[in-house]
């Protein structure tokens, strides 16, 4: 395993011991997003199905995989030595986990049903989401750099949709050669890009035809697997969203210095969210959120999240502004890194809409 796997081996088992746990199970699926918990931890990416990632606090740890699928992406790929091929991952995971105490990521939306019930029976399961995410919150410098080399690729496809965006095209057609870029930039199955009618996410496809003002969401991964979300609104505003853009230019600002080490999530929130709600917007959204190998980890920025911010976080902030009628919204999207010296974005877009 190279130095950076290691490191990150070391983090998860220094938070299963301050938690309790014997060992951590890491589930991870081919839908989009989920699959980067897994790669996290051993370097393969799922490309078809499911796998596991069992990392004890002592002891090597495996990789497992369903043998119905024998191939779930280039197994090769990863660092982890032992590689498990198995009917029931379950059956297997209740033998080797028999009781012991056990912290799962992805137990409420990756976790197969069938693997969960005999493992179960066995093991003392306890829901880690909050703990597998805070353990790679802050990041390395080689992650930085893969989050840094995602961003420029997002920010390279967003100049990619404006080019080819105009009153009266499909959404698909001006999303494709933006979807174009990320494959042919290493994003692969990596992206998840939507546009938004009306103050609703939409798939890009060719029944929405683009009016006078569009709101692309942009949301990739490169190829060190981080994603990252950068985007910006185009076209002729309304007064009502040029009143939106207002507040966006107070959360760009404020952002900057709420975004620092000690700060608490719930602080950031109330801090960038403020210029939203004292003109009476709802926010249909999360303010933000942690970003990493998978799309959103925790923590939120939100109500009540008392999670202390440490320098080299990494975050997706996107207000989603929304009218009393619920008819206009703005929505626009940037990655902050966490400094010593406050929140830093990393597109360098002007806020604006373009």
Partial sequence: MDAELTQRHARVRAALERDGFDAAL??????TGFEGAVTYLSGFQIVHRYAYVVLPVEGDPAIVFPTEARYVGEHGDSQ????VFVDRPGDWFADQLRGKRVGVYGMDY????RDYVPLAAAADLVNWDAGY??????????ELESVRESVAINVAGFHAFREAWAPGKTAAEVMAPAEELFVARGCGRLTMNMVLVGAEFAIARDDTT?????????EIAGPGGHWVEVSRALGTPSAEVRRMLEAYAEYYDVAQTALRPGATAHDVHRAVSQGFTERGYHLGHVT???????MIEHPRLGEGIDTVLEANMVFSMHPHAISADGRECLYMQDTWLVTENGGVPLAGLEMQIW
């Fill in 210 to 218: 683009f009016g006078e003002f569009t709101v692309p969401s942009l």
């Fill in 288 to 294: 933000g959120h942690s970003i990493g190998m998978t």
């Fill in 133 to 142: 995410d805070l353990a790679r919150a802050v990041k390395s410098d080689a």
């Fill in 110 to 113: 990756a976790m197969t049903v």
């Fill in 26 to 31: 890491v589930c991870g699926s081919e839908y």
């Fill in 80 to 83: 982890i030595a032992e590689q």
